[in-house]
């Protein structure tokens, strides 16, 4: 299943509503609210398996996150544009899914 939201509230309310099931979660650095290493603090103080990718096209506030200690950080880090093929790997590799 596929979700898309747009504020970070959002997003966090849906998980803990869905939160069976979930294995991954892709979300924006920058959103309105509660950005997306605030959700990922969030997610991971509730589920630390979930598998995250943080996209951005803001390089610098990207790479200024990056490699900081903290259960915010990403399993993946991202920057947009990002190539359907690019992130489709990405997704398998994370998931450990094989192409069929």
Known sequence: MFVALLCGEEIFQRFLRSIEGIRLMMTDLEMPGMNGAELIEQVRKIDASIKVIL??????????????????????????????????????????????
């Open 55 to 100: 996209a951005s096209s803001n390089t610098a506030l990207l790479a200024s996150i990056q490699n900081k200690p903290g259960a915010a950080n990403p399993d993946l880090y991202l920057e947009k544009p990002i190539e359907i093929a690019d992130l489709l790997k990405s997704v398998e590799g994370l998931l450990d899914v094989a192409r069929q």
